[in-house]
DNA sequence: TCTACAGTTTGAAAAATATCGAACTTAAAA
DNA sequence: TTTTAAGTTCGATATTTTTCAAACTGTAGA
């Protein structure tokens, strides 16, 4: 089993969780679970992606701080990590919230 | 002269935001600008960036919607378009504060 | 008018990013 | 144990972005 890290919250930087937010695809994720909650790949609404590119993205999500994955057998339940947001990035997923999915 | 377009708050996107501040140069400038209030290019305190370069970075902040100009003279004025900001993405100057610069 | 200055635009090169298919990993089901 | 399913990693390609120098624009001062 791959050990995979999450930044701690001091160790975020709002440079990299703009960079991570500033694609559509990924902006589209981030909305989606600040609204729902948890999802899995196949819950996420973008079309037509491969997975390889999907799993790329949530990667870019996950190392940048936003997103936490929960393994739950073969699938992978992604979740945004708000608790840490809200400590180091207080009002940025109320932004999220804002705008509309 | 040439005439140059601000987006209407409404017509930014969260997206555009986060992708003009996911720039380290783009950011630093945002910093500067938020903490400062006013500033022209060379008041921004990025490294050894040609100015052509400084150019292109500032208008794609003034393209999000993020900065606007007050030309005086020869020289460009730019600030942070807080009230739009504050309209369209309440908070975000905030977290822009809250940053180290 | 001529020159210097602050900044923009253009065009090109280099670097980074997005995307995909194929191969791989892990876990559950047959 | 074999197969299937969910997702990641790898390698390659296409697109985008960053960067610079050179040319240009508009303003102020000599």
Redesign the interface.
Known sequence: MKKLTLPAASDMT???V???????VR?KIAQCLAHSGEKNCSGFEVDHLSKSTLSHHIKILREAGLIQPRIQGKEHFYSLRTEELDQR????I???L??EV
Chains 1, 2 share one sequence.
């Open positions: 709002l440079t990299a703009c960079a991570a937010l500033g694609d559509p902006m990035f207080p009002g940025l109320a932004l999220l804002a705008e």
